[in-house]
C-alpha cells in the first residue's frame, strides 16, 4: 500500500481546512487481533469450566435467575445479553444445544430433535430452569473469580467452580480462525469412574459415548488428538426376510441426511432398496425395504460402505488455558479436570473451616458474654469508648481458650444481642451449639486432612445421585473392513466386441458378457496369450481377439485358470494351470514363453479349480504315430502365472476338444469366525469353523430359538444372541430344553433340519417361552438341578441322556415334559462317547505362487489318499506319458 492511501483524509467543510490522521500500522494487528478474539472469547471452551464464553454467561445469568420454576427461554437470553456482546439468535442456538444434552438444563416445550434434526421452537415457546445436577456441581461464589462485563455495568464470572469433568461429558465444537476444536462427549459414569482411578493412582482410558447410540470403532481414537479418527456406524439388523431396520444412528448425523445418503445411493445404482419408511419417534426406526432377490446381508454392508450409515470423526482436543490455545489428550483432560476439581474442594472446606470456626469464636463470645453478665459493666458507661474497653476488660479472665484475639468488630457485635435472647439465654444450647460446631470443624479437618479419599466420596456420591440411567448408550466393537467391489449392486451391463478387441458398457450392440458395477475390474485374456486388468469403463482397447472376459477378484486364489498354448511361430505346445491374484492395472502380462507369435490352443476359467479332460488332436505330419490322446489337467500342478508350463507336444497341434468337464482340485476351504468383528474370514483370523466345499452350509442357532443354515459367505452377518454357529451336518440331530410359556413346563426335543433355506423356531411363540439349553453331539446329557420346595428337602440331581429320553422327531413337535418338579437351572455335562462318521476327503492340489519351470518335465507331488506319485515323461513324438 503507498503511503498517501495509508493515510486517512477529512474534510472539514466549516473553515476548509484539511486535518490527516495517519493510521499506519494499527491495521497489522487487527487481523491477529480479530482471530485471538474468536479464539479466546467465541469458538474454543476453557479447560477450567469447559464452557465457552457465550455458554459460561448463559449458566450466570440462569443462576440469576433461578427461584427454581421454569422462566421462558426468551427472558434467560434477554438477560444473558447483558453479559454477552452478541445478538440473541447466537444466545438462543447455544442455550439449545445445552439443553439437548439433557445435562445442566432441565427444559419443558419442544427443544427439537438430535435424531430427526427437528429444531427447537422458538425462546419465546420453550422454557428452562437449572438442572439439579448443575446447582450442585457449577456454581460457589464463594470459590468463583469474577470480572467487570464488557459493558461495565455488572460483574460475571472469568470460570465458573465446576467440579466435574463437564467438558468431556458434553463434548465441544467450533471453529475459530485458523484454529478448530472437536472433543467428543463421553460417558457420564464412565467419566466419574476414571476421576476415582486418577485420584487412586491408577491407570485409565476413556471413550466418546455418543447421544445417539450406534456403534463405533476406537481403534484409531488416538487419545482425541490430532490425527485420530473414529469410526461410527448405525446399528442396523434384519427385520425380516425383505426388510432391514435402521434402530441407531451415527453421531453427527440424524435421520433425513441418513435417508438421503440412502436415497442417493439407491439413485447411482450402488444399492438396490425398494422403499424407505421412517417411523422415528422417541427412538430410530428407519424400514429399508428390499426387492426380492436381494442379500440382505450385502446390503447391510453397502450401507456402511456407500451411505452415512458409517461416518468418520476426526477428533481434535483444543483448549483454552491462561488465555492461550492449547492442544491436548482426553486423558490429559480428565487429569487437570479432576486435579482442579480437587483444589476447588479444598478450598470450599478452607472457606467452610473458616465460617466454622468464626461461628465458634463468636458462640464462645457470646457464652462468656451472658453467663458473666459482663453486659452489666456497661451501664453506667456514657461514651462508646468506655463500652467497647468495660466489655473489653469484663472479658480478658475468659478468653484464653478462645482460638483467635478479641477484636473491636466482636464487641461490637456483642452489644447488638438483644435483651430479649439474654434474658432466654440457655446454657446448655449453647454448650451444644459449640460442640456442634466443634465436630464440624474436626470434621472439615479431617477432610482436608484426607482430602483425596473426600474427593473420591465426593465423586461416588455424584454417580449414585445423578447416574441412573447415563449407563454407556454406544456399542464399542472393532469394525471389518467392507470391500466394495463385493457388495456394491451391479449396475450395469458389460459387453465385448472379441474381433475387434473392445470391452465397455456402451456396447449394446456386441455380445453382453455379465452384469457389473462402476467400480468393478475387468480381466481379459487374448488369442495372442495376454492378460490385462483394466478399470470398468464406457468403451476400452484392449487387443484383438479377446478369448475371455471376467469381473477381476482381487486375491482370488480358487479361480483357476486351465490354459495350452503354442510357443512362437512353429514352435512346441505347453501346458499350465494358475491363478491370478494380484496385478497392476493396465499393465499387459505376457502368459506365453515370451515368443512371437505365439498362440493359445485352449483356454477355461475355472471358479473352483475344476479340472477337465480334453482331446489333443495333431496334424498328420511325417511318421508321427499316436494324433489323438487325452490330457487330464487334474495331472498338472496350478503354479504362477509367469511359469512355462509342461509340454504337451513339440508337433503341430491341429485342434483341442473338451472331453469331460472337471471337479474342483482344490483344498475345502477353511473359513475362521473372528469374534471381535463378529464377521467369517479366510485368513485365519479368530476360531476355525471348519472346512467347507461347495454345498456346505453353516449351522447358525439363536438364544430367542431361532435356527437356520447360511453358505458360508465373506458378507455374513450374524445376530448378537446367536449361541451355536458350526459346520452343518444335515444328518446330525439337534438336542434342545426349552420352557414353554403356555404350560409352563419344561420340554425336551430332538430334531433335524428340514428346511435349509428357511429360518425357523423351535420352542413355542408364547413370550414368556425361552430356550434354556442346546446341543449338536451326537449323544448330549443334561444335568437338572431341583429347587428346594419348603419344608422338603432338596431332590437329587437328575442326569438326562437327551438321546434315550425322546427320539427324533419334526422341528415343530412340542417333545417330551422333562419334569413337573420345580427346576432350580439346567446344565449341559460331558456328551457320552460316539464315532462321528468320516467325511471323504476331497482332493487337493498345492498352489504354488509365481514359480517358473524352466526345463520341460515336471513332477506331480504325491496326493494325500497314499497314491504314488506320477512323473511326466515326453517320448520321441512329443507325447506325455503318465508311469
Known sequence: MSEENENLINNN?????????????????????????????????????????????IMHSMKDLDDGRYNKVANIVGHTMQYHPHGDASIADAMVQIGQKDLLIDTQGNWGNILTGDRAAASRYIEARLSKFALDVVYNPKITEWQASYDG??????????????????GGEGIAVGLSTKILPHNFIELIDASVKHLQGKRFTILPDFPTAGIADFTNYNDGLRGGKVRVRAKISQYDKNTLVITEIPFGTNTSSLIDSILKANDKGKIKIKKIEDNTAADVEILVHLPSGISPDKTIDALYAFTNCETSISPLGCVIEDNKPFFVGV???LRRST????????????????EFEEQWHFASLERIFIENRIYRDIEEEETWEGVIRAIDKGLKPHIKHLKRAVIDEDIARLTEIRIK????????????????????????????????????????????????????????????DVDATKVIIRNTKLYVNREEGFIGTSLRRDEYVCDCSDIDDIIVFTKDGKMMVTKVDSKTFIGKGIIHVAVFKKKDKRTIYNMIYRDGKGGPSYVKRFAVTSITRDREYDLTNGNSNSIVHYFSANPNGEAEVVTVMLRQVGSIKKLKWDLDFA?????????????????????????????????????????????????GRGELVGEFRGEDRILIITQSGLIKTIIPEITARFDNDMIVMEKWIPKKPISAIYFDGDKERYYVKRFLVENENKIESFITDNQNSQLEIVSTDWRPMAEVVFAKE?????????????????????INALGNQLTRDKVNQINLIDSLPYEAPEEVPADEMEV????????????????????????LDIDDEGQITLF
Do not use: C
Not at 156 to 168: D, G, I, Q, S, T
Not at 448 to 474: C, P, S, V
Not at 849 to 867: L, M
Open 13 to 57: 467543510n466549516d473553515d476548509n481546512q484539511e486535518t490527516i490522521t495517519k493510521v499506519t500500522g494499527m491495521y497489522k494487528d487487527w487481523f491477529l487481533d480479530y482471530a485471538s478474539y474468536v479464539i479466546l472469547e467465541r469458538a474454543v471452551p476453557a479447560i477450567e469450566d469447559g464452557f465457552k464464553p457465550v455458554q459460561r454467561r
Open 153 to 170: 455495568r455488572r460483574k460475571e464470572p472469568v470460570n465458573l467452580p465446576v467440579m466435574f469433568p463437564l467438558l468431556l461429558a458434553q
Open 331 to 333: 486423558t490429559e483432560m
Open 339 to 354: 486435579d482442579n476439581t480437587v483444589q476447588l474442594l479444598k478450598q470450599e472446606l478452607e472457606i467452610k473451616l473458616g
Open 421 to 480: 435472647r439474654i434474658s432466654k439465654f440457655d446454657i446448655d444450647k449453647a454448650q451444644q451449639k459449640i460442640d456442634a460446631l466443634e465436630d464440624q470443624i474436626a470434621e472439615v479437618k479431617h477432610h482436608l486432612a484426607n482430602l483425596i479419599d473426600y474427593a473420591i466420596a465426593y465423586f461416588t456420591r455424584l454417580k449414585k445421585e445423578y447416574g441412573k440411567g447415563r449407563e454407556r448408550q454406544t456399542e464399542i466393537r472393532v469394525f471389518d
Open 635 to 683: 495331472d498338472i500342478i496350478i503354479k504362477g502365472r509367469a511359469s512355462k508350463g509342461n509340454l504337451v507336444t513339440k508337433y503341430t497341434v491341429k485342434r483341442i476338444e473338451l472331453k469331460e468337464k472337471g471337479v474342483s482340485t482344490l483344498k475345502p476351504r477353511k473359513i475362521w469366525f473372528d469374534d471381535t468383528v463378529q464377521r467369517l474370514n479366510v485368513d
Open 790 to 810: 419348603r419344608g422338603k428337602d432338596r431332590k437329587d440331581n437328575l442326569e438326562v441322556n437327551l438321546e434315550e429320553f425322546i427320539a427324533v422327531k419334526g
Open 848 to 871: 504354488i505362487d509365481e514359480e517358473v519351470v524352466e526345463n520341460n518335465k515336471s513332477v506331480v507331488k504325491p496326493s494325500p489318499n497314499g497314491e504314488a506319485s506320477k512323473d
